[in-house]
T-cell receptor
Framework: GEEVAQTPKHLVRGEGQKAKLYCAPIKGHSYVFWYQQVLKNEFKFLISFQNENVFDETGMPKERFSAKCLPNSPCSLEIQATKLEDSAVYFC????????????FGEGSWLTVV | GQSLEQPSEVTAVEGAIVQINCTYQTSGFYGLSWYQQHDGGAPTFLSYNALDGLEETGRFSSFLSRSDSYGYLLLQELQMKDSASYFCAVPNNAGNMLTFGGGTRLMVKP
């Protein structure tokens, strides 16, 4: 498609439950990025992919967060055993090249952990 | 590591000009980008500077001084719809992530 599509738009989970978010990058874009934004503040980088390969995962809290980008499937970000502090907007973005200067964001998935 | 600093908030009136500054510290430099984000919306790309000087795109311009590790976004003829948060960002040397500043919330008043 011509835009980054994220689902669901809103998600509410009780503490300890699992949350899974999906992202379809723009067609032809090889690079996918996930960012977390808490309370409209700065963007925390989580992970990036080059096609189905992890490109950089230095921002991922690995004990509870995992992500995949498999061929012919939307990319996914999964949070096991959610905590209150995971409440945030999770943005997916894609880019046609690795320079990373211009990336195209989806509308975000709003996760509320109660 | 990389870090970027921006003012947290700026207020201006319709029709005025406003400048949003950004200073950065990076281990290598591969360009400075600006993004706009309206409340509840997705960040959208505004401009990119790789070389020193001013880049103009309509009412918005962006400036870069690599020797000063400094850039700014200039918004002219402000309109109410320009009320949003503005983020500067730099890529790392591997090109596999963008680091964003904390964002500047611009409020345009009538």
């Amino acid at each position: 498609g011509e835009e980054v599509a994220q689902t669901p738009k809103h998600l509410v989970r009780g503490e300890g439950q699992k949350a899974k978010l999906y992202c379809a990058p723009i067609k032809g874009h090889s690079y996918v990025f996930w960012y977390q934004q808490v309370l409209k503040n700065e963007f925390k980088f989580l992970i990036s992919f080059q096609n189905e390969n992890v490109f950089d995962e230095t921002g991922m809290p690995k004990e509870r967060f995992s992500a995949k980008c498999l061929p012919n499937s939307p990319c996914s970000l999964e949070i096991q055993a959610t905590k209150l502090e995971d409440s945030a907007v999770y943005f997916c973005a894609s880019s046609p090249d690795r320079t990373g200067n211009t990336i195209y964001f989806g509308e975000g998935s709003w996760l509320t952990v109660v | 590591g990389q870090s970027l600093e921006q003012p947290s908030e700026v207020t201006a009136v319709e029709g005025a000009i406003v400048q949003i500054n950004c200073t950065y510290q990076t281990s290598g430099f591969y360009g400075l980008s600006w993004y706009q984000q309206h409340d509840g919306g997705a960040p959208t790309f505004l401009s990119y500077n790789a070389l020193d000087g001013l880049e103009e795109t309509g009412r918005f311009s962006s400036f870069l001084s690599r020797s000063d590790s400094y850039g700014y976004l200039l918004l002219q003829e402000l309109q109410m719809k320009d009320s949003a948060s503005y983020f500067c960002a730099v890529p790392n040397n591997a090109g596999n992530m963008l680091t964003f500043g904390g964002g500047t919330r611009l409020m345009v008043k009538p």
